[in-house]
């Protein structure tokens, strides 16, 4: 199979593009917090949508408009599911009569930190099942380069298609910031490799409208690898702002001064903040994709390594300056009575996948504290030694300690100046009595 150069790549004018005959009917497998907005966005510009996920609770919950998404993003599914632009199944034969399938299903790592590519390689398998001549198909997963020719293209060049001339497969991976009106998927460029020419630009025409641009490269396994570097920086430079923390506290100096200072700086520093840890669907899992896939061709990463070894520790660091916190007032973690202040892996969202909060409250827990939680935008959770319910009101109780771990946006954080704070955010300066991780 020929490997089309970069500069043909570039040279695509995408206005061309709109007579390709791939966004009549477009199928969108999963429909997570990937797959609904792409699904908004390719049923908004005038394509037949339909949106295929196995688990039919989560179906329910896009009809009746109970899911998370920007006040924006809700009002255009309560428009597209009013006008039938977007049909929702768990039915998978659905996917032969589209046009073009795009591929959204979640990659996380399992409790080894090995990839997990069960929900991925089964959704392709499914693909590939109803694929017929024709279809476009564009992966966005993240994944470790070369995942796309394993998982599509070898199935369905066994099945008789020729990719390039039957079928057309390209890998143009998410970029998603939750929460963040301003990084929506419309305003941000988008990159695009296709396994041929043809491939490239009928997945272009495809996917356009879910960007603000498409950057193409020259091969799934470019693409696949852009995603991978981008998210292993952010890794990097997350520890690096944690260890800058930790200096910062030996010496006696404000890190987050510190860090508003260089960021003053017009080239060569971009700011990254200290925290708890990493959460959510990228920083935690994505860079051991990348270790996963050097170290099965006995290949190093030394520096990223390091990086996610001691971001996986960083919940730890909290338990420990609580103990030494509640200590220096005389008394153990054993029977203290634990607050934590919000759960969500960040701020202005209700997931609370890979949270280091859920950690914490797990280690805690194990040194016999008393925890509870104040979330406003999560009601329960599930923890090691079963649920938890968010307390509507905190202030009305006394804490032996409060561990500030999410802040949400225009959340009154008045009453904690008569409360012990253990700060893990470095944000909440206002705080009379604040301790900083």
């Not at 390689?121 to 796309?148: D, K």
């Not at 369905?156 to 390209?170: N, P, S, T």
């Not at 990463?301 to 220096?328: F, K, N, Q, Y």
């Not at 280091?356 to 999560?378: C, F, K, N, Q, R």
């Amino acid at each position: 199979m020929t490997k089309p150069d970069a500069s043909a790549r570039q040279s695509y004018d995408l206005d061309t593009l709109r007579d390709t005959p791939t966004r009549r009917r477009v199928g969108v497998v999963g429909m997570g917090y990937v797959g609904l907005p792409t699904a908004l966005s390719l049923a908004e510009s005038g394509a037949e949508v339909t949106g295929l996920d196995v688990d039919e609770t989560r179906l329910t919950a896009i009809k009746k408009l109970a899911v998370d998404l920007l006040p924006r993003d809700l009002e255009r599914l309560e428009t597209t599911l009013h006008n039938n632009s977007l049909h929702l199944t768990t039915e998978p034969s659905h996917l032969s009569v589209a046009d073009g399938i795009v591929i959204c299903v979640p990659t996380p790592v399992d409790s080894h930190l090995t990839p997990d590519l069960a929900a991925l390689t089964a959704a392709c398998a499914t693909v590939v099942q109803n694929a017929r001549r024709g279809q476009t198909i564009v992966l966005t997963s993240t994944t470790y380069p070369g995942c796309t020719a394993d998982i599509l293209v070898k199935p369905l060049q066994a099945k008789g298609f020729e990719i390039g001339r039957d079928i057309y497969v390209a890998f143009s991976p998410e970029r998603i910031d939750p929460g963040v009106a301003a990084h929506s998927p419309e305003l941000t460029p988008r990159v695009l490799g296709g396994v041929t020419p043809e491939c490239c630009r009928r997945a272009a025409a495809l996917v356009e409208h879910t960007a603000a641009s498409l950057h193409l490269v020259s091969s799934p396994e470019a693409a696949e690898m852009t995603k991978l570097v981008e998210n292993t920086f952010r890794a990097v430079n997350i520890a690096l702002a944690n260890e800058f923390a930790d200096a910062a506290r030996e010496m006696r100096v404000d890190v987050m001064e510190v860090i508003s200072a260089a960021a003053t700086k017009p080239y060569g520093f971009m700011p990254f903040y200290p925290s708890a840890g990493v959460g959510g669907h990228c920083i935690p899992c994505d860079p051991h994709y990348l270790l996963w896939q050097l170290r099965s061709q006995r290949t190093t990463s030394p520096v990223v390594e390091a990086a996610m070894t001691a971001i996986a520790a960083r919940p730890r660091d909290v338990i420990t300056r609580a103990r030494t916190m509640l200590g220096d007032g005389g008394r153990s973690l054993r029977g203290a009575r634990v607050l934590i202040v919000g759960v969500a892996y960040k701020a202005g969202v209700a997931d609370v996948r890979e949270s280091p909060a859920l950690a914490i409250i797990d280690m805690l827990t194990h040194e016999g504290a008393a925890v509870s939680y104040s979330d406003p935008l999560v009601e329960t959770i599930r923890t090691e030694q079963g649920s938890l319910y968010h307390v509507a009101r905190p202030q009305d109780s006394a804490w032996d300690l409060v561990v500030l771990h999410t802040l949400h946006p225009d959340q009154d954080l008045t009453w904690l100046t008569e409360q012990p704070v253990l700060d893990t955010t470095f944000r909440a300066s206002t705080l009379a009595d604040r301790v900083t991780l």
